[in-house]
């Protein structure tokens, strides 16, 4: 059975850091490519950032680009989302979920899904 946690979030001024964990159970992460949404209130899921399996290639939504990366531990399970200099249109719940990490990744629908970690963005 497919399992996700996603912690890390957290209130933070504009300009500020957090890194989102993601701990994976019941698939083996090395083979499976991996990707983070986010849901801002009122607003449908978007796709923020995917990485492939074997981690060689990334893709980022454009309003993250420059500010956030990705990144996969298969020995820790664990997928991650580093985000610098945050804004507040940043704000809402992240979610990571195995994904297609290719052309049109952020359409499709998945399956399994975590329960998300609040992201406020806010001085």
């Known amino acids: 059975q497919v399992q996700l946690v996603e912690s890390g979030g957290g209130l933070v001024q504009p300009g500020g850091s957090l890194k989102l964990s993601c701990v994976t159970s019941?698939?083996?992460?090395?083979?499976?490519?991996m990707g983070w949404f986010r849901q801002a209130p009122g607003k449908e899921r978007e796709g923020v950032s995917c990485i492939t399996a074997d981690g060689t290639d990334t893709r980022f939504t454009d309003s993250v680009k420059g500010r956030f990366t990705i990144s996969k531990d298969n020995l820790k399970k664990t997928v991650y989302l580093q985000m610098n200099s945050l804004k507040p249109e940043d704000t809402g719940v992240y979610y990571c979920t195995t994904v297609f990490c290719g052309d049109g990744w952020d359409t499709f629908d998945y399956p399994d899904w975590g329960q998300g970690t609040q992201v406020t963005v806010s001085s």
């Open positions: 019941g698939f083996t992460l090395d083979y499976y490519a």
